[in-house]
């Protein structure tokens, strides 16, 4: 029996040389490292407000909010189907639109560091989501109405009403120094509300019908406000005007610094 090894199989068994170049001389002492260190949580800080590449997402919570509120008010007005006729039609448009798309705007506005604009655009983005919300059948709120009388639901709306009214007082008081543009809208809106939520609560369609005609002029100062940030001197031949009456050269002063 032949107890000799192969090449390879020698060449296995003999001791490595852990020499610098291979060729013997002293072994080579790796130094001990320290164990590494253990992972630590990784915290994101928000930018500054100046830093941030935030867009002004005011014009969209206009724009959702003003064609909604045209389109709103043209119905309750009997404009073309008459009067209480049609409003289901906004029952997609209440969620979609007025509802996610102002609320989104209102919640990047807060991003953007205007808390004035992100409570307005979220608390009537949740409204309009609401109210289109309670036109969806099988959620229970038809079914839940249709147990009530016509004085109860009227007073019941009529509450309602007068909780946004003192809600859009305050933002109107928050605008007296702003351009007559906004005062126009806040100034509408506050008609609108206060005279249908005196024609709901009182049973009166003419007073109703008066603060949906409110509403449709607020439903364009929206708009109009919405263009104004849009067409500027970049993409369009002039600024729209807005009437800054306060103190139009601080107003002009921030909006470059901006």
Not at 57 to 82: N, P
Not at 186 to 212: H, M, P, S, V, Y
Request: glycine fraction near 12%.
């Amino acid at each position: 029996m032949n107890d000799s090894l192969s090449p390879a199989q020698s060449s296995a068994h003999e001791p490595k040389d852990h020499s610098p170049n291979g060729l013997g001389g002293p072994p080579i002492h790796y130094p001990d490292y320290p164990p590494a260190p253990a992972p630590q949580e990784i915290r994101i800080l928000a930018p500054p407000v100046q830093f941030r590449r935030f867009g002004n997402a005011a014009a969209l919570g206009l724009i959702t909010f003003g064609i909604c509120t045209v389109q709103q008010s043209m119905m309750t007005a009997g404009m073309s189907v008459g009067y209480g006729h049609g409003t289901r039609a906004m029952t997609a448009q209440s969620i979609a639109v007025a509802g996610v798309a102002q609320f989104a705007a209102g919640l990047w506005q807060i991003a953007n560091g205007d808390t004035f604009e992100g409570a307005a655009f979220t608390s009537f983005g949740a409204s309009w989501f609401a109210k289109g919300l309670a036109q969806v059948p099988g959620i229970g709120v038809l079914e839940y109405q249709a147990t009530e009388t016509p004085e109860l639901a009227r007073k019941q709306n009529g509450i309602v009403g007068l909780a946004w009214g003192i809600w859009v007082g305050i933002l109107l008081a928050g605008n007296v120094k702003s351009h007559i543009a906004n005062i126009i809208l806040f100034g509408t809106l506050n008609l609108q509300i206060d005279f249908e939520c005196a024609g709901t609560w009182t049973g009166d369609k003419r007073i109703t019908k008066a603060g949906a005609w409110f509403g449709f002029f607020c439903g364009l100062s929206a708009m109009y406000n919405a263009a104004a940030i849009l067409l500027n001197e970049e993409n369009f031949w002039f600024n729209l005007p807005v009437g800054n009456w306060y103190n139009p050269q601080i107003i002009e002063e921030e909006e470059r610094t901006v």
